[in-house]
């Protein structure tokens, strides 16, 4: 599986951004896709998940915030952040694999990872 993500970039505190992640190659493998990010001297954690029966799981220092939705059928899935703050900034990372309950919000328990994208919250 390769996830490929984008739209990350420089935004000012209370201002939107979208980031979207496609997945190719084996993505049955990928029941569960998720955003996670690691700020600077931070450890990784997670944002926000959604599974292929379109339950969502969103972490509570974005809730209310940020929502994730998927395409299945395109295997898309796209990430909107809003009301962002300056501690959003952070390096986000779309990731797959399959939904294991207590797990999910593991980065250890990743199977696949995309790139990273910069996002900047800044005045």
């Known amino acids: 599986v390769q996830l490929q993500a984008s739209g990350g970039g420089l935004v000012q505190p209370g201002g939107s951004l979208s980031l979207s992640c496609v997945a190719s190659?084996?993505?049955?493998?990928?029941?569960?896709s998720a955003w996670f990010r690691q700020a600077p001297g931070k450890e990784r954690e997670f944002v926000a998940g959604?599974?292929?029966?379109?339950?969502?799981y969103i972490a509570d220092s974005v809730k209310g915030r940020f929502s994730i939705s998927r395409d299945v059928a395109k295997d898309v899935t796209n990430l909107q952040m809003s009301s962002l703050k300056p501690e959003d900034t952070a390096v986000y990372y779309c990731?797959?694999?399959?939904?294991?309950?207590?797990?999910?919000?593991?980065?250890?328990?990743?199977?696949?990872w995309g790139q990273g994208t910069q996002v900047t919250v800044s005045s």
């Open positions: 990731t797959g694999g399959p939904f294991v309950v207590g797990q999910y919000n593991d980065p250890s328990h990743v199977d696949y």
């Open positions: 190659g084996r993505t049955w493998n990928t029941a569960f």
């Open positions: 959604v599974r292929s029966n379109g339950r969502k």
